[in-house]
């Protein structure tokens, strides 16, 4: 089955950038579309973006909406998302999910239940300092 693996977490500073990285094994993301979730401290896991099955559609929260950047390679079997101009706020755990799809175009939706996402990664590390 599918295997999800974040990376590029760390520390950084407020306004710096990081860009994580999902790398997939094990089967193809081309039948899947890929949210970015994150769990900041004291809150609960959500979706903040997300990207279609062909990759052609990409969907932001408003707190990351012109910060964030979603893109997909399927031919590398990656998802990577670039984080500009970071924030304190920023901080916090954050994880790749892949949901299923039965045609190459899906539209993605971060919003909806955590449960139907199939696939997920354990997570990676964001720490924004002041």
């Known amino acids: 089955q599918l295997q999800l693996v974040e990376s590029g977490g760390g520390l950084v500073q407020s306004g710096g950038s990081l860009t994580l990285s999902c790398v997939a094994s094990?089967?193809?993301?081309?039948?899947?579309?890929i949210s970015w979730f994150r769990q900041v401290p004291g809150k609960d896991r959500e979706g903040f973006s997300c990207?279609?099955?062909?990759?052609?559609?990409?969907n932001y929260a408003d707190s990351v909406k012109g910060r964030f950047t979603i893109s997909r390679d399927n031919a590398k079997n990656t998802v990577d998302l670039l984080m500009n101009r970071l924030k304190p706020e920023d901080t916090g755990v954050y994880y790749c999910a892949a949901r299923r799809v039965t045609t190459w175009y899906r539209s993605c939706n971060y919003g909806g239940p955590q449960h139907d996402y199939d696939y997920w990664g354990q997570g990676t590390q964001v720490t924004v300092s002041s």
């Open positions: 094990g089967d193809t993301l081309d039948y899947a579309t």
């Open positions: 990207v279609s099955s062909d990759g052609s559609e990409t």
